[in-house]
């Protein structure tokens, strides 16, 4: 889908791949919607972007998508047609699975999953009506492989990979296109705002992170992935781009390397 004067929305658009999207489609001339919690850093963001006057601010929290399904109808319905939605908001977890306290299993699905579904089923009757639009979800490398320290976010992941798979056969014939979107490792504040297993934020920024690719180099694949409207890409570099054609074609080599490696430091 070309770019230029599209409407698009971007969820945690205050930080990493989500501000990297909006400097990056701003300068393609689309007009964004520029979601997150902290609304202090989507204004500064937005008077940071091109065409700034063109841009909308809609402050939401996606851990509560009974209150998204509610409020968005309203919301959606004043600001027109959305030619795409960028699922990228999402929260991480980074502790052994034995030692993590359930709420922090459903703190991670309530954003990453149940979140990213209420934006999408919210977003999807105005799209169906103009028989044309876009559900991009970033997912990860870690919603097709999992790995150690990080088995709620894991869980998530492939559990919002499964539900995009099943909208793209759904809404095929709604003329709809659906792009899942996995990265490896980014440098973002991924690791640093994850939760630990007692729900307290880590914190710190883990090594895998601080050596992932660059902000701006994973957004711009993204966009090329939105261009030529692809169904799933991996996006990434080293071993968080070939974990799953590892796992597919070499599942006992990618378990010992997963067993060896622990990304949480
Ligand atoms: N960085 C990586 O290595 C990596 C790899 C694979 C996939 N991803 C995925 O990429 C996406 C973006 O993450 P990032 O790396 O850019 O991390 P980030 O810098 O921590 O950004 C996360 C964004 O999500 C928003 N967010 C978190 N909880 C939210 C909630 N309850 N409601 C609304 N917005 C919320 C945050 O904004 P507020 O705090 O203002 O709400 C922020 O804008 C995530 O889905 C992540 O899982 C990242």
Redesign the pocket.
Known sequence: MNINNKTIWI??????????LANALAAKGAKLIL?????E??SVLKQQLANSEHHKIVP?????PEKLLEDLPKIIEEIGPIDILI??????QRSIARETLLDVYRRVM???YF?TIAMTQAILPSMIAAKQGMIV??????GKVGGKGMSG?SAS?HAIIGYMDSLRAEEAENGLQVLT??????????????ITADGSTLGTMSK??RT?IP?AE?ANKIIQAIEQDKEEVII?KGI?YWAPTIKRFFPGLLRKLTAKNNYRD
């Open positions: 969820t945690g658009a205050s930080s990493g791949i989500g501000e990297g979601s997150a919690r902290n609304q850093k989507l939401l929290d996606l851990a509560e699922n990228n908001a999402g929260l991480s309530e954003v990453n979140g979800t970033i997912a990860s490398v870690a976010y992941k979107i996995c990265p490896g490792f980014v440098q973002t504040n991924i690791s640093v705002n994850s895998a992170i992932g902000v994973c990434g968080s």
